[in-house]
């Protein structure tokens, strides 16, 4: 199956911070979906990307579908504590997810 | 909202025995999948389900495992023999048609002791 790059692992970051993470393959996709992951629930869809170059926001959340196709980023505006958890993107292919990146957010 | 509702929520299971998870689906949707996560680590693909039948598996879901659509409306995955390793969340999820955004169930955690 496709593989999924994501980075980074985790990132630290202070209440009211920008961040950004991105998701890479060796593949082509037609879709990239990004969900994230409370503790102790199943992941939530926060945006989906159908189209190469496609740029699309939900709230503080940005996410861009890669030109080539093959990569994609998620950026969070402003954090706050709710945002903490584990994003994970995924794509059309076989549903598989990346590794995920762990996001804390400190007060 | 509907949602994808998974039971139960927790199951304790001795090495060797047989488990069954159970979900239901989203009404409307028609492709069904399983996925795995080891506590702390990424959500593994386990299976995908179309028109009563498998349609991709993933080097984990070998033959200790199974799935059925025994109905119209519930979505199992069966562990045969369970293992210590096959300790974690089990993970239902469902979407329209292939490709589309997937709605995750909460999710069964399985303990093997």
Redesign the interface.
């Given at each position: 199956?496709q593989q999924l790059n994501q980075s980074p692992q985790s990132m630290f970051i202070q209440e009211g911070e920008d961040v950004s993470m991105n998701c890479t393959s060796s593949s082509i996709f037609?879709?990239w979906?990004w969900?994230k992951?409370d503790p102790?629930?199943?992941?939530?869809?926060l945006i989906?990307l159908y189209k190469a170059g496609e740029l699309t926001s939900n709230g503080r959340l940005t996410a861009q579908f890669g030109i080539t196709r093959k990569d994609s980023f998620l950026n969070i505006s402003a954090s706050i504590p709710s945002d903490v958890g584990i994003y994970?993107c995924?794509s059309?292919g076989?549903?598989?997810?990346?590794?995920?990146t762990r996001l804390t957010v400190k007060p | 909202e509907p949602e994808?509702t998974q039971t139960p929520s927790h199951q304790v299971t001795q090495m060797g025995q047989e488990v069954i998870l159970r979900c239901v689906p989203i009404s409307n949707h028609l492709y069904f999948?399983w996925?795995r996560q080891i506590l702390g680590q990424?959500?593994?693909?386990l299976v995908?389900f179309y028109n009563n039948e498998i349609s991709?598996k993933?080097e984990i879901f070998d033959d200790q495992f199974s799935v059925e659509r025994p109905d119209g409306s519930n979505f199992t995955l069966k562990i045969r023999s369970t293992k210590l390793e096959d300790s974690a969340m089990y993970?239902c999820?469902s979407s329209v048609i292939?490709?589309?955004?997937?709605?995750?169930?909460?999710?069964t955690r399985l303990t093997v002791t």
């Open positions: 199956g037609n879709t979906l969900y992951q102790g629930e199943g992941p939530v869809l989906a994970f995924a059309d076989d549903m598989r997810f990346g590794a995920g | 994808v999948y996925y990424k959500v593994e693909f995908s991709e993933s993970f999820a292939q490709g589309s955004p997937l709605h995750f169930g909460n999710g």
